[in-house]
Protein backbone atom coordinates (compact mmCIF):
# COMPACT_ATOMS: atom_id res chain seq x y z
CA UNK A 1 0.00 0.00 0.00
CA UNK A 2 1.45 3.65 -1.04
CA UNK A 3 -0.46 6.63 0.37
CA UNK A 4 -0.20 9.58 -1.80
CA UNK A 5 -0.81 13.47 -0.39
CA UNK A 6 -0.51 16.25 -3.53
CA UNK A 7 0.05 19.96 -2.04
CA UNK A 8 1.35 23.36 -3.87
CA UNK A 9 -2.26 23.95 -5.53
CA UNK A 10 -3.10 27.50 -5.12
CA UNK A 11 -4.38 30.56 -7.38
CA UNK A 12 -2.13 31.55 -9.94
CA UNK A 13 -2.50 34.57 -12.85
CA UNK A 14 -1.71 33.15 -16.33
CA UNK A 15 1.61 32.93 -17.15
CA UNK A 16 2.47 32.40 -13.79
CA UNK A 17 4.37 29.13 -12.12
CA UNK A 18 3.17 26.76 -9.45
CA UNK A 19 5.07 23.65 -8.07
CA UNK A 20 3.29 20.82 -7.20
CA UNK A 21 4.90 18.09 -5.10
CA UNK A 22 3.26 14.57 -3.96
CA UNK A 23 4.91 12.91 -0.92
CA UNK A 24 4.32 9.18 -0.81
CA UNK A 25 4.37 7.02 1.72
CA UNK A 26 4.24 3.12 2.65
CA UNK A 27 5.99 0.72 0.38
CA UNK A 28 9.21 1.57 -1.75
CA UNK A 29 8.62 4.68 -3.74
CA UNK A 30 11.46 3.73 -6.09
CA UNK A 31 9.60 0.69 -7.55
CA UNK A 32 6.31 3.14 -8.84
CA UNK A 33 5.88 4.97 -11.92
CA UNK A 34 4.73 8.43 -10.76
CA UNK A 35 1.93 10.23 -12.84
CA UNK A 36 0.07 13.48 -12.61
CA UNK A 37 -3.80 13.88 -14.00
CA UNK A 38 -5.88 16.54 -13.86
CA UNK A 39 -10.05 16.97 -13.64
CA UNK A 40 -12.23 19.30 -13.98
CA UNK A 41 -16.12 18.98 -13.25
CA UNK A 42 -17.86 16.75 -15.62
CA UNK A 43 -14.20 15.95 -17.69
CA UNK A 44 -12.72 12.58 -17.26
CA UNK A 45 -9.37 12.33 -15.55
CA UNK A 46 -7.18 13.49 -17.81
CA UNK A 47 -3.37 12.11 -18.15
CA UNK A 48 -0.35 15.14 -17.76
CA UNK A 49 2.66 13.45 -16.97
CA UNK A 50 4.61 10.28 -16.04
CA UNK A 51 7.84 9.45 -14.83
CA UNK A 52 9.83 6.26 -14.81
CA UNK A 53 10.92 4.52 -11.71
CA UNK A 54 14.60 5.72 -12.25
CA UNK A 55 13.25 9.12 -13.57
CA UNK A 56 15.08 8.62 -16.93
CA UNK A 57 11.80 8.59 -18.73
CA UNK A 58 9.31 11.06 -19.29
CA UNK A 59 6.13 11.05 -20.92
CA UNK A 60 3.57 14.52 -21.08
CA UNK A 61 0.00 15.16 -22.69
CA UNK A 62 1.11 17.35 -25.77
CA UNK A 63 -0.72 20.46 -24.22
CA UNK A 64 1.56 20.76 -21.48
CA UNK A 65 5.04 20.03 -23.50
CA UNK A 66 7.59 22.80 -22.84
CA UNK A 67 5.55 23.97 -20.02
CA UNK A 68 5.17 21.19 -17.04
CA UNK A 69 8.23 19.00 -16.01
CA UNK A 70 8.26 16.30 -13.90
CA UNK A 71 10.54 14.96 -11.67
CA UNK A 72 11.16 12.62 -8.98
CA UNK A 73 13.22 12.60 -6.23
CA UNK A 74 13.52 8.75 -5.08
CA UNK A 75 15.84 9.72 -1.53
CA UNK A 76 12.67 12.49 -0.49
CA UNK A 77 9.90 9.58 -1.48
CA UNK A 78 8.71 12.86 -3.13
CA UNK A 79 7.26 13.51 -7.24
CA UNK A 80 6.95 17.08 -8.51
CA UNK A 81 5.34 19.05 -11.02
CA UNK A 82 6.75 21.89 -12.09
CA UNK A 83 3.76 24.50 -13.82
CA UNK A 84 5.49 27.36 -15.98
CA UNK A 85 3.60 29.59 -17.92
CA UNK A 86 0.08 28.63 -16.63
CA UNK A 87 -2.91 29.15 -18.66
CA UNK A 88 -6.80 29.19 -17.62
CA UNK A 89 -7.03 25.78 -19.40
CA UNK A 90 -4.74 24.25 -17.25
CA UNK A 91 -7.11 24.84 -14.23
CA UNK A 92 -8.19 22.02 -12.86
CA UNK A 93 -7.66 19.30 -9.63
CA UNK A 94 -4.44 17.85 -10.33
CA UNK A 95 -3.96 14.31 -8.71
CA UNK A 96 -0.59 11.94 -8.11
CA UNK A 97 -0.81 8.17 -8.93
CA UNK A 98 1.48 6.17 -8.21
CA UNK A 99 1.85 2.43 -10.60
CA UNK A 100 3.16 -0.88 -9.33
CA UNK A 101 1.60 -2.32 -12.85
CA UNK A 102 3.62 -3.06 -15.37
CA UNK A 103 2.14 -2.88 -19.03
CA UNK A 104 3.09 -2.72 -22.30
CA UNK A 105 0.11 0.06 -23.14
CA UNK A 106 2.35 2.72 -21.52
CA UNK A 107 1.29 4.81 -18.41
CA UNK A 108 -0.68 7.72 -19.61
CA UNK A 109 -4.30 6.13 -18.76
CA UNK A 110 -5.56 6.52 -15.49
CA UNK A 111 -6.22 2.27 -15.46
CA UNK A 112 -2.35 2.23 -15.63
CA UNK A 113 -2.35 3.26 -11.74
CA UNK A 114 -3.07 1.68 -8.40
CA UNK A 115 -2.94 3.97 -6.11
CA UNK A 116 -3.89 7.87 -5.99
CA UNK A 117 -3.39 11.18 -4.04
CA UNK A 118 -6.73 13.13 -2.57
CA UNK A 119 -6.11 16.15 -5.29
CA UNK A 120 -4.98 19.44 -5.25
CA UNK A 121 -6.67 22.39 -6.85
CA UNK A 122 -5.05 24.50 -9.40
CA UNK A 123 -6.74 27.78 -10.61
CA UNK A 124 -4.93 29.93 -13.11
CA UNK A 125 -6.97 33.32 -13.15
CA UNK A 126 -7.15 35.12 -16.95
Known amino acids: QVQLVESGGGLVQAGGSLRLSCAAS????????MGWFRQTPGKEREFVAA????????DYVDSVKGRFTISRDNAKNTAYLQMNSLKPEDSAVYYC???????????????????WGQGTQVTVSS
Open 97 to 115: AASSRPTSSGYNRAGAYNY
Open 51 to 58: ISVSGGST
Open 26 to 33: GRTFSNYV
